[in-house]
Structures are given as C-alpha cells and as structure tokens.
C-alpha cells in the first residue's frame, strides 16, 4: 500500500514524455519499496469493488430503481463478506505508511501542518470530477422527470463510500496523538459503546463514537508495524487467530450478525457503525495481512506481479471513486437499451442463478470503470515536473510542502 488511500505509489510515471512511451513494467521497476505493502493496498482496492459490484443488486420495479443485496434473500453467502471486507486493511496500511511518511517529510524540513495539508489536497483533490459529474447527472434526470427515489437512491450509491475518506482524513490528520495510543484503548472504547448500546439498552446514537475509534484500531496497529513491533510470528498469529476466535464468539454467543458488511434490513449492522465484532474482525485481518507479507514479497519479485501492484496503486482512489458509477452506468444504460429488466442486473437477487449471471457481468464493469480511468486518472496524479528531477519527479509540488513519500 501506497503512503495512504489518496497516496500516489512511490514508483511514480516519469515526466510526461517518458510517460507516453512507458509500461506498467517499467514503471514499477523504478523503485524499491516494500512491495507487501503496496499488493495489501491492491488487494483492498479490489475487496471493495468487488463487494459493491457483488452485494449491490439496483433493482428495476414499476419504473424506479431499488437498491438491495443478495445477502438478504441469500444468507448462506455471508462468507463471501468476510472475503471482500477489507476496510481494516486500508487503516491498517495507512497507519504505517502514514508514520513513514511524516518522518521523511519531517526529515526535508517540513512542518507537521504543511505535510497534512499536503496530504489532504491529495486525498480530496481527485472528487471534485466527480462531485461534477453527479451533480450535473440528478439535476438531468429530475429535469427529464426521473423519480426522485431513483436518483436519491443512484446518489447515496455513489456518495455512501465517502466516509471512508473522512475518517481516514481525521486519523492522518491526527497522526501525531495516535503515535503515542495503543490500540487496546479504542478497542475498549468500541467494547463500552457496544455495552452501552446493546447490553444496557443506551441510545443508538453511541455506536456511532465507534465510527472513529472502531478504525483508530487498526490504523494504530499500522503505526506500531512502522516502529517495527509488530514483526515477532508469535504476534502476527495472535491477532490472525485471537481476532478470529474473538470475532467467532461474538457471532455465536453475543448476537453479533455473521455478515461483515451491512445488510438491508437487519436490525444490526456491523459496519454502520462499526460493532465490537467488525473490529476484531479487523484484527484477524491486520494478523493476516502480516502473516502474508513474507510470500507477497516472494511473489512481487517478479516484474509482471510488480506491474500490476504499481498500475493498482497509481489510479487507487480514481478506482475508489468511480467504480460505484461504472456499476450505475452499466445497469442504467442496458436498461434503457433492452427496454426491461435483465437478469443479474435488473432482477431481485432471491436466488444463486442471479449471483451466477452477476460475476458474467462483471467484465462489463471493469471495461467501463477503465473508462472512467482514462478519463478522470489525470485528476489524482498531476506531473509537471521538469525532466531532471529523478524518478520522483512526479512528486515535485507534495515534496516541498512534505507530503510525499
């Protein structure tokens, strides 16, 4: 994983005439870099998208459009939630990456505010395009008399994810304090408002304090990985089998629902907010993302695997940002085209013949997301710098306000 989500990979494309003739390949032979990291951040990426594409069934009905999942009608899949949430990884790996960062930007000379800055720019730059794109796409369709339900639901579809950015903009921001947290402390404070909300009937609204401290735990446990204490094999097995024993038990014994990403129409959610289970849950996945980080690294030694790690990385949150639209595009434009409803796109998910016609159309995704890539990439990354800076001349302008790695 890159510095952070909105991170650019330290293997970044050249200055822009070397750019046009350059491959992935190329690319990513540039730098040397714990190539783990970087394959942990692609994986995430992927969980994500392929979660949404996979449990996010827009359903046509009588002229408007619905938003289910198949995790409602079909509850034997809920494994498949355990594969594609992948949340903790993203703090896990940007807790570390964070640190590292801050202490080479604090090595150039710059300022904690100015290197924030600098990552915030990074992190918020890119969504303007789309903020853009979707303002002007309601005001079309309720100006040519689409259902208001409709468009609320495409737009909460698209928007939903963003708080992933806000939460992580805050820990970043606040990176200096969590140096200086063990994770135990937020995982206690998750642990209290679960007591408070379910075991003492309390409000609701005190879960939603686990909104931040339900991720301040594994993005503290990237911080102790950065300072090296993490590395023992007894402690990366302990949070790999204790966080899934944990996780087992609260399911079983404490009610918690099985299913790590929320489900319409479940009394609980364990992602909005985050419950106790969500955050063990984390941990097993913090566990075995370092168990796994020896053989990635085995496996990165190859340029072709390298390649593909590095292209993830460089377009990470244009992937983020519009995958969710290439889903909506799909579903919108074959609607329109066929004139009803088609199964896997447009049918209720009640059965696995739709998961089955589902993964058929997900190439159909991808195609038009790297079309959306191609389009938008350029409003993540920008590369203006002149020829004899060195391979990082990409990062010019993050460098001197001490944002980039």
């Not at 969500?278 to 496996?299: E, W």
């Amino acid at each position: 994983m890159t510095d952070d989500f909105a991170g650019r990979a330290d293997a970044v494309a050249p200055a822009r005439r070397e750019r046009v003739s350059q491959t992935p390949r190329a690319r990513a032979s540039q730098t040397p870099r714990d190539r783990a990291v970087d394959a942990l951040r692609a994986f995430a990426i992927l969980g994500v998208v392929l979660g949404h594409w996979l449990v996010t069934a827009v359903v046509a009905d009588s002229g408007t459009l619905r938003v289910t999942s198949p995790l409602k009608y079909l509850p034997h899949l809920t494994p498949v939630s355990w594969l594609l949430q992948t949340m903790a990884v993203f703090f896990f790996v940007g807790g570390r990456m964070a640190v590292e960062s801050r202490g080479r930007a604090r090595d150039r000379g710059a300022g904690h505010g100015r290197w924030a800055a600098a990552r915030m720019t990074r992190l918020f730059r890119p969504i303007a395009p789309l903020l853009g794109v979707w303002s002007a796409a309601a005001v079309a369709m309720l100006a040519w008399g689409a259902d208001p339900g409709t468009v609320y639901a495409l737009v909460k579809l698209v928007w939903s994810p963003m708080w992933f950015l806000l939460v992580f903009a805050a820990l970043t921001a606040a990176t200096p304090l969590v140096t200086r947290l063990h994770p135990v402390w937020p995982l206690a404070a998750v642990a209290v408002a679960d007591l408070v909300r379910f075991g003492l009937d309390g409000p609701s609204w005190v879960g939603w304090i686990n909104l931040g401290t339900g991720w301040l735990v594994p993005y503290c446990l990237g911080v102790l990985w950065a300072g090296g204490r993490l590395d023992g094999r007894v402690t990366r097995w302990a949070l790999l089998l204790g966080g899934a024993a944990a996780t087992t038990g609260l399911v079983l014994w404490a009610g918690y629902p099985a299913s790590m990403v929320g489900v319409p129409g479940a009394p609980v959610s364990n992602q909005a907010p985050p419950t106790l289970a969500a955050v063990t849950f984390g941990l097993s996945q913090c566990g075995a993302a370092l168990v796994l980080s020896g053989p990635l690294r085995r496996v990165l030694r190859r340029p072709a695997a390298w390649a593909l790690v590095t292209t993830a990385n460089l377009a990470a949150m244009t992937i983020f940002l519009w995958h969710q639209t290439a889903l909506i595009a799909v579903t919108a434009t074959a609607l329109r085209v066929a004139d009803r409803a088609l199964p896997g796109l447009h049918t209720a998910p009640v059965d696995p013949g739709w998961v089955a016609v589902r993964l058929a159309w997900l190439p159909v995704f991808a195609t038009v997301l790297a079309v959306c890539l191609a389009v938008f990439r350029g409003h993540e990354a920008r590369h203006h710098a002149p020829k004899d800076e060195g391979p990082f001349r990409g990062c010019r302008r993050e460098r001197r306000a001490g944002g980039c790695a």
